[in-house]
């Protein structure tokens, strides 16, 4: 049973580049989030998704963008990275209802 | 707007301690779900408890016990006879019923340190 499962672990990107955060869950839920973890912050929500075909922003959409073609996959896009954007990124999954969500393993990305 | 307030930044204990963890809330909606996760120093999140806010009964599970609190917006945790591998970040989150998808909004986190 993997959950929720991220890749890659680890990235080092230059200003400028792009590239897309892998998020996959085999637990068929409808909901899936992005979050982005920075030190005092806590979790702050980017983008997330009530089912296929539909995605929202959350707190903290700016520079990302986020498709979702499948229930399974939920992929984040970094179009032109920012050092602003170095942090450690969580996908999430859950039910449709009030259930608690089920954390990836996270993605810790360093923009320079 | 929903908001979740941990006030304490970093707590340090000697092993078997208690520790107490407040978390305040702000929500205008009247149903409510509040969450605590833990963060080990290997980064994963690990989902500890949920309480709806019709439910105010205190909850206990080993060393674990949840005090919710309407009256006061609070949602405090605390670990008893603190032992080394308590040592984590501790979020509180709070999720409203009303919000599209039940997003989850996180306060900034509780580091605990247990010292042997």
């Known amino acids: 049973n993997a959950g929720v499962t991220q890749t890659p672990k680890f990235q080092v990107l230059k200003t400028g580049q792009s590239m897309t955060l892998q998020c996959a869950q085999d637990?068929?839920?409808?909901?899936m989030s992005w979050y982005r973890q920075d030190p005092g912050m806590g979790l702050r929500l980017i983008h997330y998704s009530v089912g296929a075909g539909i995605t929202d922003q959350g707190e903290v959409p700016n520079g990302y963008n986020v498709s979702r073609s499948t229930t399974e996959d939920f992929p984040l896009r970094l179009l032109s990275a920012a050092p602003s954007q170095t942090s450690v990124y969580f996908c999430?999954?859950?039910?449709?209802?009030?259930?608690?969500?089920?954390f990836g393993d996270g993605t810790r990305l360093s923009i320079l | 707007a929903q908001k979740v307030t941990q006030a304490q930044t970093e707590i340090s204990v000697v092993e078997k301690e208690d520790v107490t963890l407040d978390c305040v809330y702000e929500?205008?909606?009247?149903?409510?779900?509040l969450f605590w996760y833990k963060q080990p120093p290997s980064g994963e999140l690990v989902f500890l408890i949920r309480?709806?806010?019709?439910?105010?009964q205190n909850e206990i599970s080993g060393r674990y016990s949840w005090n919710f609190q309407k009256s006061t917006s609070s949602f405090n945790f605390t670990i008893t006879a603190s032992q080394v591998v308590d040592s984590a970040v501790y979020f509180c989150?709070?999720?409203?019923?009303?919000?599209?998808?039940?997003?989850?909004?996180f306060g900034g986190g509780t580091r605990v340190l247990v010292k042997p």
């Open positions: 309480r709806n806010s019709f439910d105010e």
């Open positions: 929500t205008r909606d009247t149903t409510y779900y």
């Open positions: 999430a999954s859950k039910r449709q209802d009030n259930q608690p969500q089920h």
């Open positions: 989150a709070l999720s409203e019923n009303k919000a599209a998808g039940n997003k989850l909004t």
């Open positions: 637990m068929n839920h409808e909901y």
